[in-house]
């Protein structure tokens, strides 16, 4: 089974462009799955990487690009793209888009109306990852926990016995209601979708 899903990747080039910790995270499973990488945006990371090379966004050679993976934040509506790796700015536009390959994926986490018709524009895949219910449910554990550490960074009472609001009872705001209640908060849930009313009238 390993040897099948490794081969999956092997000899696929997929180009990484920017975002934070959660990349280096999909670098290393991308690398382990033996893809070519071409990571943008990471000049200062440290980690040593098999498979995968470090470039600026002018390097990239476009036309071997099987996929293209942006960050949870997507991209901005005049291209740039975040990065905690580098100094560097990066901006994505149509002219690198216009090389690739007929079938290269674009991946973000998240897009808006300038990168949904720049990949429309050249007939592209785009794939929004936080729009995938498994995604972002399990993205709304570390959300979760964050949430609990501000509380508790940002007030003066602890969590058992306060009194929480969440509003709506989303992907998110189900995590998060479960989450502080099971710390002994008080919570209510706001919402308007009359299926999220019936949920929350079941937890209770």
């Given amino acids: 089974m390993k040897g099948e899903q490794k081969s999956m990747l092997t000899n696929k080039h997929i180009v990484l462009l920017g975002g934070d910790a959660r990349q280096i995270e999909i670098i290393r499973k991308l690398s382990g799955l033996d893809a070519q990488l071409t990571l943008v945006g990471f000049d200062q990371l440290n980690d040593g990487f098999i498979g995968a090379t470090k470039e600026t966004i002018d390097q990239v050679n476009w036309e071997k690009a099987d996929a293209i993976i942006l960050p949870v934040s997507g991209m901005s509506v005049d291209g740039h793209i975040d990065t905690i790796f ?4 990066i901006q994505f536009d149509e002219s690198f888009l216009r090389e ?18 720049l990949v429309e524009n050249f007939d592209r895949t ?5 729009e995938r ?5 399990y993205n709304s554990i570390p959300t979760a926990e964050g949430t609990v550490m501000m509380a508790i960074q940002h007030t003066d009472i ?3 016995s306060a009194k929480v609001a969440v509003l709506g009872l989303g992907r ?7 989450t ?5 908060a008080n919570v209510k849930v706001g919402a ?9 009238t079941e937890m209770v």
């Fill in 86 to 89: 580098s100094n560097e700015s």
């Fill in 100 to 117: 690739t390959p007929q079938h290269c994926v674009v991946y973000t986490g998240i897009s808006n109306e300038q990168l949904d018709k």
């Fill in 126 to 130: 785009l794939v929004k990852l936080m």
């Fill in 133 to 137: 219910d498994d995604v972002a449910i």
């Fill in 158 to 160: 602890t969590i058992h």
């Fill in 172 to 178: 998110i705001g189900m995590t998060l209601a479960r």
């Fill in 180 to 184: 502080f209640a099971a710390l002994g």
């Fill in 192 to 200: 308007n979708d009359p299926a999220q009313i019936a949920r929350i």
